[in-house]
T-cell receptor, first 113, second 113 residues
Framework: DTAVSQTPKYLVTQMGNDKSIKCEQN?????MYWYKQDSKKFLKIMFS???????INETVPNRFSPKSPDKAHLNLHINSLELGDSAVYFC????????????FGPGTRLTVT | AQRVTQPEKLLSVFKGAPVELKCNYS??????LFWYVQYSRQRLQLLLR??SRESIKGFTADLNKGETSFHLKKPFAQEEDSAMYYC???????????????FGQGTILTVHP
C-alpha cells in the first residue's frame, strides 16, 4: 500500500555513467516532482510534471532528463554522472498542481565515485 | 524570487521544555507556508500549513506577514518530536512559481529525556 515508491533505494556508480531512478505513485495524483537533497540536507526542487506535462524545470544541467510515461510515473535519467551529482533524490506527488500537500517517496541515495 | 531561511541547523531541548523552530521567508506576493517533518527512518511528510490554522501533535505556527516569519512552536516538547523539520513556502502568483515548494535548510530538533 506504499503511496510513493522509488527504485533503487541506493545507487553507487562511477563518473561518466548513465543511470535512471524510477518513481511511481498509486494515489491517483496528477502532479509529480523530483527534489535533490544535498549533503547539507538542503532540499531543492528540480522538476515537476502535471498530467505528463513538464511544468517546473529549475536550473538543472541538461544531463538530467525527467520522463513521465503516464500520470503515475516520473523517472529521472542522468547522463554522464559527475561527483557533484551525489545526493539523495526524492520523488513526490500532489493531487493537483495547485494542491500543495506533497507526498514524498523514501528517497534514492546516489553516490558517484 | 521565493526564499526560506531557517537560521538554526540544530536545536536541542529537554523533554517538557518549550520549543520554537524559526522560519523566515521572502516572497513578493501572498505566500502559503508549510512545515514538513522527517522522523528517523520515515519519509518527509506534511506537519501543518498556515492556511488551516490547526494544531498538529501540539505544534502550532502563526504566519506573521509583518515580520515575514512562520515559526513553529510547541509548549512542551516530547522525545518523539525529535526529527528534521523543514519550513516551506509556495508562491501562488502564477507563472514559474506556481505549484513550486521552496524549502528552508531544515532544523534538526533533538529532545533529550
Amino acid at each position: 500500500d506504499t503511496a510513493v515508491s522509488q527504485t533503487p533505494k541506493y545507487l553507487v556508480t562511477q563518473m561518466g555513467n548513465d543511470k535512471s531512478i524510477k518513481c511511481e505513485q498509486n494515489l491517483g495524483h496528477d502532479t509529480m516532482y523530483w527534489y535533490k537533497q544535498d549533503s547539507k540536507k538542503f532540499l531543492k526542487i528540480m522538476f515537476s510534471y502535471n498530467n505528463k506535462e513538464l511544468i517546473i524545470n529549475e536550473t538543472v544541467p541538461n544531463r538530467f532528463s525527467p520522463k513521465s510515461p503516464d500520470k503515475a510515473h516520473l523517472n529521472l535519467h542522468i547522463n554522464s554522472l559527475e561527483l557533484g551529482d551525489s545526493a539523495v533524490y526524492f520523488c513526490a506527488s500532489s493531487q493537483f498542481l495547485s494542491t500543495y500537500e506533497q507526498y514524498f517517496g523514501p528517497g534514492t541515495r546516489l553516490t558517484v565515485t | 524570487a521565493q526564499r526560506v531561511t531557517q537560521p538554526e541547523k540544530l536545536l536541542s531541548v529537554f523533554k517538557g521544555a518549550p520549543v520554537e523552530l524559526k522560519c523566515n521567508y521572502s516572497y513578493s506576493g501572498s505566500p502559503e507556508l508549510f512545515w514538513y517533518v522527517q522522523y528517523s527512518r520515515q519519509r518527509l511528510q506534511l506537519l501543518l500549513r498556515h492556511i488551516s490554522r490547526e494544531s498538529i501533535k501540539g505544534f502550532t505556527a502563526d504566519l506573521n506577514k509583518g515580520e515575514t516569519s512562520f515559526h513553529l512552536k510547541k509548549p512542551f516538547a516530547q522525545e518523539e518530536d525529535s526529527a528534521m523539520y523543514y519550513c516551506a513556502l509556495s508562491g501562488n502568483a502564477g507563472g514559474t512559481s506556481y505549484g513550486k515548494l521552496t524549502f528552508g535548510q531544515g532544523t534538526i530538533l533533538t529532545v533529550h529525556p
